[in-house]
């Protein structure tokens, strides 16, 4: 026990330091007047930055962007969730599976495909439109706010889903049965009965998602800067990026209020889901949920759900295929077809600037996921196991940097650095990714230590094994499914990752994801899509070779 105590605050510094000081400089810097200059104070970034009359609109098209993504994934997540654990609907277990692969895509890259396919001027499916019904302009314009809500919307469907789905799984429909005994219509027993009941899964998603559409800046830059939409996030990169000197201060001034928003947000929905315990309507044994049979409607609905299965994953990496072999994008043809070539492939690979964000990609991943995971198995183990308020306090510092906007805290990273040998560098990325995406490892491993009982290890010391052969031996085996979840979910975040990574990254030490920003802003399709494409192999390669290398451990482990 003496050990677990003594681990606790040594994490607590870790950790403190991952969420803590980022947070403390980005206030720090926020009344500095000059960028690396920590003399003097001043509330001048506050006033330029609160006065600037372009504020007002951003925050208007900030808040209707991020509750009208909510609105269309929470809407959507319901629709699947309800399909796939309460009726008949056919393949389900697909659909159960494709509803949360979204979030193995890039989200530039599923960004970029919508562009391709709706942008005015040249949209693959804009043109095709134009030529079938003879339209003179283009149909739809993926560059406003509703088509930055639509893309958002489907991007934060898994997240909704997996936190819809399981309160869905769990639900008795024996009271919805009583209800339409009683009288009720359909209507009445979805509003008076199904919806309050879900209330705190439905809210939990909603809050979930404004945080996570808060922080998003892979939509806001390729479908709302061409468009001259600003929210939060462009607003800030803006203020960095653009003129002869990027003024941080300013920059830090704005970061606050995203980043106390997105706390009170994320505090918010930690007190809904604790409070869901009053709405439990199962108990007892003998419970077996209901699948409701859709009839005339089966296969109907099943082919509602294949079309938005497949445009939620297959069309995006089609397009990005397609477009990776042609010299710009066109609608497809004999023509098309017949200027297919692989120049763009060997572009992409010669270039030194891509090489180099491969590279660095792979670094970050691996490496960085690694070392992620490592510290999210001591912090999840303190969490679970050594129940103190020391322990409270690493909790709840862990979970604060779920609440971290990616651009907002790579801001504040680099006020801390900025004075330091690491300025520049990769290891810069490599703190600041841990430090934003810590929680994706301790929830796996949270969740499976709570299945590893006391008495295992308690057993191992008793028969004279210290507490890291315990460790080694006995608990880290049992832990190798949250190992590979955690990994797998760290390692596709970190090579994918871009909202840290367009304020950390400087030359030398460019990423998969910024350079694929870049090609977008050139306006190079072909080149852009093949190194999507190469993107989309790594993490899937990643997460292949993870979980054959888990499963083969555990086969290891069960027969020894």
Request: proline share 5%; glycine share 8%.
């Amino acid at each position: 026990m003496m050990k677990k105590i003594t681990l606790t605050p040594a994490l607590i510094i870790i950790v403190g330091f991952l969420t803590i000081c980022p947070v403390f400089m980005l206030v720090l810097g926020s009344f500095m007047e000059g960028f690396g200059s920590f003399e003097g104070l001043t509330l001048s970034k506050y006033i330029t930055a609160y006065t600037d009359p372009g504020l007002k609109e951003m925050l208007l098209n900030t808040l209707i962007f991020t509750l009208g993504s909510a609105a269309v994934s929470t809407i959507l997540a319901l629709f699947l969730a309800y399909m796939n654990t309460r009726t008949n609907i056919p393949f389900k277990f697909v659909f159960k599976i494709i509803s949360i692969i979204p979030m193995m895509i890039p989200h530039i890259l599923f960004c970029v495909s919508w562009a391709l396919l709706l942008n005015p001027s040249n949209g693959i499916l804009n043109r095709l439109l134009m030529d079938v019904f003879g339209l003179e302009s283009a149909l739809f314009n993926i560059y406003t706010l509703p088509g930055m809500i639509l893309v958002e919307g489907l991007l934060d469907l898994p997240i909704a889903y997996l936190i819809i789905a399981p309160a869905m799984n769990s639900f008795d429909v024996s009271l919805e049965e009583s209800s339409k005994v009683c009288g009720a219509s359909h209507w009445q027993t979805l509003m008076r009965i199904t919806l309050p009941v879900l209330r705190p899964a439905i809210l939990a998603s909603i809050i979930l998602v404004i945080v996570r559409s808060l922080a998003s800046f892979a939509v806001p830059s390729v479908l709302g800067m061409p468009g001259r939409i600003y929210v939060l996030p462009t607003h800030i990169y803006k203020i960095i990026s653009s003129g002869f000197a990027a003024d941080y201060g300013q920059a830090s001034a704005i970061g606050m209020s995203a980043l106390a928003a997105s706390i009170v947000l994320i505090y918010l929905y930690r007190y809904l889901t604790s409070e869901s315990s009053r709405f439990v309507t199962i108990s007892g044994r003998g419970f077996k949920p209901t699948l409701i049979d859709l009839k005339a409607y089966k296969y109907p609905l099943f082919t509602l759900v294949g079309i938005l299965s497949f445009i939620l994953i297959i069309l995006p990496v089609i397009v990005l295929l397609y477009t990776s072999f042609l010299p710009y994008s066109m609608v497809p043809s004999l023509k098309a077809f017949s200027m297919m070539s692989l120049k763009n492939w060997y572009e992409v690979l010669k270039d030194p600037l891509s090489l180099l964000s491969l590279k660095n990609s792979l670094i970050l991943g691996i490496g960085g996921a690694t070392l992620g995971v490592i510290l999210s198995i001591f912090v999840a183990y303190v969490i679970v196991k050594v129940r103190t308020k020391a322990a409270g306090i690493l909790e709840s510092l862990s979970f604060l940097s779920f609440s971290f906007p990616g651009i907002v805290i790579g801001v504040g990273f680099m006020w801390f650095f900025v004075q330091t040998p690491l300025y520049g560098t990769i290891w810069v990325l490599l703190i600041a990714y841990i430090a934003t995406y810590l929680p994706y490892g301790i929830r796996p491993m949270s969740s499976a230590f709570i299945q590893i009982h006391s008495s295992l290890e308690e057993s191992s010391r008793v028969s004279g094994a210290g507490a890291w052969t315990t460790m080694r031996r006995i608990v880290i085996p049992l832990l190798i499914p949250g190992i590979v979840s955690g990994w797998i979910l760290m390692a596709t975040m970190f090579v994918r990752e871009l909202t840290v990574s367009v304020v950390l990254s400087r030359p030398g030490s460019e990423v998969l994801a910024v350079q694929i920003l870049r090609f977008s802003e050139d306006g190079l399709w072909g080149q852009l899509s093949a190194l999507g494409i190469i993107m989309i192999i790594i993490s899937s390669t990643l997460v292949i070779l993870v979980t054959m290398l888990g499963n083969k451990f555990s086969r290891i482990q069960a027969g020894s």
